[in-house]
Structures are given as C-alpha cells and as structure tokens.
C-alpha cells in the first residue's frame, strides 16, 4: 500500500539546520508531487512548500524563502527538506504529504500523509 | 487567503449532527478541502472541492459551500469522529493556507 516513511525526530539548536527524509513507496515515485507541512504545538497546519519529483520543479512559502530546502532522490524514491537557521519557533511535527493530482498536474491537496518527524528547537 | 473556522469547539453527543464552517478571507470559488485530524495522527482526507467525498470516506460526512463560505456536516457523530477538523484552500498559492480548525468533543 502508499506508504511516506519519515526520519526520526531531531533535537537542534538554534541556529543549526535539519534534514528530514520522506521515503515513499508502493506507488511510482514518479507519478505524485510531494509536499512539506509542519504544525507547531496547537497551531494549524503550514504549508512549506511542493516539488515536482518528475522534473524537480519547486515551490517554496515567502514565509521560509531563503531558508528551506526541499529536494528528491529518484533512484531512493525519497524527498527531503532542510531548514536552517532553526529558531524557537520551528519547533513542530513536519510532514511530508503526497499531492492528490498525478503526472505533474497536481491538485495542490493531500491524499496521503507521513506519520511526522518531531524537530525540536532548543537551547 | 485567510480561512476561520468556527466554533473553535463544538460539543455534540454521539448520534447527533455536527456542523462547522469555514470562512475565507476572499473567494476561492470551490477550491477547498476538509481534513480531519485524530491526536497523534496525520490529517486525513474527508472532502475535495468543497462538497466530494474523498475515496472510503461514509455518507454521514458531506460538505457545501462556494466563495466565501462553507460548511462541513456530520449527520450522526461516531466515537470516531471526535477531532479536530482543518479547512484547506487551494485557489491561491503560494501559499496553501488551513483554518485553525475546530474540535469536535463529547
């Protein structure tokens, strides 16, 4: 069945950067986009950003511009992202999810989700 | 876009009907889906384009709605379905934005 599988939890630092991998099976890796969504503590969802796993195209929020990072492994149908410059506030569960749309036409909701990585931001 | 959910909470009994909304900031035509939630859990998919039913998802759950406002509706609350319920708009990005969501109690 579709599975995300998503890394462990982190602790950082601030000021330090995390990588959290989304590996993806039970379909074509090639087929679906993934996307980036964290949710801090009793906060709503956040979209971070989207790539295009067939041509790596890539979409970011003006909110982490300049500070995350999302990219794929085709060969290891795996997507990662990495923020950097962790602060206080990035403190959240992050979560990759697979766009609903298929062959690049994507549909910009999720029909399926990781468990969440848990990074935590601390001194 | 900004999406308000309310009530932030509802206390509904098993069997009963639940109904929440979600408001946007500025139209986004039927552009927006439901997720639901469970402590612990990754959202779920309930409904796309305002008013579908994503695949596996029961009857007792419909959604309406265009423009600005829109309603999700649980005809008869299950132990299953105390959540918390998310709104997402997909009219215009970057960025996708969610509600706050709203908790659906016993």
């Known amino acids: 069945q579709v599975q995300l599988v998503q890394s462990g939890a982190e602790v950082k630092k601030p000021g330090a950067s995390v990588r959290v991998s989304c590996k993806t099976s039970g379909y074509n890796f090639t087929t679906f986009d993934v996307h980036w969504v964290r949710q801090g503590p009793g906060q709503r969802p956040e979209w971070m950003g989207w790539?295009?796993?067939?041509?790596?195209?890539?979409r970011y929020s003006d909110r982490f511009q300049g500070r995350v990072s999302i990219t794929r492994d085709t060969s290891a149908t795996t997507v990662y992202m990495e923020l950097t410059k962790l602060e206080f506030e990035d403190t959240a569960i992050y979560y990759c999810a697979r766009d609903t749309g298929s062959f690049g036409d994507a549909f910009w909701y999720f029909d399926c989700w990781g468990r969440g990585t848990l990074v935590t931001v601390s001194p | 876009i900004v999406l308000t959910q309310s009530p932030a909470t509802l206390s509904v009994s098993p069997g009963e009907r639940a109904t929440l909304s979600c408001r946007a900031s500025q139209s986004i035509s039927n552009n927006l889906v439901w997720y639901k939630q469970k402590p612990g859990q990754a959202p779920r998919l309930l409904i796309y384009d305002a008013s579908t039913r994503a695949t596996g998802i029961p009857a007792r759950f419909s959604g309406s709605g265009s423009g600005t406002e829109f309603t999700l509706t649980i005809s008869s609350l299950q132990s299953e379905d105390f959540a918390v319920y998310y709104c997402q708009q997909y009219n215009w990005w970057p960025p996708l934005t969610f509600g706050g969501g709203t908790t659906v109690e016993i």
């Open positions: 790539i295009n796993v067939r041509n790596g195209n890539i």
